[in-house]
C-alpha cells in the first residue's frame, strides 16, 4: 500500500529538522560554562613564603639616609580563610617615606604608615578569577632577627597593636596580626653594612599573616 503524499511530506520535515535539532543539543554545553569572578577576594589571606627587594634613597647609613624606601616583591605559598578563594600567588610594590633622620639607628623604630599594593594571582570556585588589588596599610615597622640570624622587619610596629593593619579591596579587614620580611642578611652584616651605607638588601623569608 503506497505512502500519501501528505505523510510524505511531514516525515520529509522530521528529517530536515533533527539535524538541527543535533546541533542545538551539541552546542549548548560549553554556554553553561561558570562566569568568571571579578572583584574583591573576600575573607583573609596568609603567605608563608616572602622574597623580594627593599631599596634605600640615599643609601642607608647608621644615622642617616633611606629617606625614601621602596620595596616590591611577591607572596607565595598563600592560604585564603574562604575555601572557594584559591591564591597562587601575589606581586606587592610600595614606595615608603621614612624620617629625615631615618638611618639604620631609625629602623629599630619605624611609625610613619606604610602602605603597600598587591595584585593577585588565583582561582574563584575553580575558575580563574580577576581580583581587585589589595591596598595594606601597616603603622610603621621594626627591626627584628629570626632563628637562623637573619635581620628583617616586623610589620605593623607592635607599639601600634591593636589593629595596627588596616586592608581594603581583596582581603578587606583591620587586623592585629603581625607579618615578617627577612633579609639575606645577618644581623651582624647588616650593621655593619650602614657604615659605608646600604643601597639595598633582598628579602629571601617571612611571612604575611592574615592580610
Known amino acids: 500500500m503506497g505512502m500519501s503524499i501528505g505523510r510524505k511530506v511531514l516525515l520529509s520535515g522530521v528529517v530536515a529538522v533533527m539535524p538541527l535539532a543535533l ?55 598563600c592560604h585564603a580563610s574562604n575555601p572557594a578563594v584559591s591564591i597562587t600567588s601575589g606581586k606587592f610594590k610600595a614606595v615608603i617615606a621614612g624620617s629625615a633622620t631615618q638611618g639604620c639607628a631609625g629602623l629599630a623604630g619605624g611609625t610613619n604608615s606604610e602602605t603597600f599594593t598587591v595584585k593577585w594571582k588565583g582561582d574563584y570556585n575553580g575558575t580563574k578569577a580577576k581580583f581587585t588589588a589589595s591596598t595594606i596599610v601597616v603603622q610603621g615597622s621594626t627591626i627584628v632577627t629570626n632563628g637562623a640570624g637573619d635581620e628583617g622587619f616586623e610589620l605593623p610596629n607592635p607599639s601600634h597593636e591593636p589593629n595596627g593593619t588596616t586592608t581594603t579591596g581583596s582581603f578587606a579587614t583591620v587586623s592585629s596580626a603581625e607579618s615578617f620580611a627577612y633579609t639575606t642578611e645577618t644581623a651582624g652584616a647588616f650593621s655593619a653594612a650602614c657604615g659605608p651605607g646600604i643601597h639595598s638588601v633582598i628579602l629571601g623569608s617571612g611571612s604575611l599573616n592574615g592580610a
Open 23 to 77: 546541533i542545538a543539543v551539541a552546542t549548548s554545553g560549553p554556554a553553561s560554562a561558570a562566569t568568571k569572578f571579578s572583584g574583591n577576594a573576600p575573607g583573609t589571606v596568609s603567605c608563608s613564603v616572602i622574597t623580594g627587594k627593599v631599596s634605600f634613597k640615599p643609601p642607608l647609613k647608621l644615622t642617616s639616609g633611606g629617606t625614601t624606601i621602596k620595596a616590591k616583591g611577591a607572596f607565595s605559598a
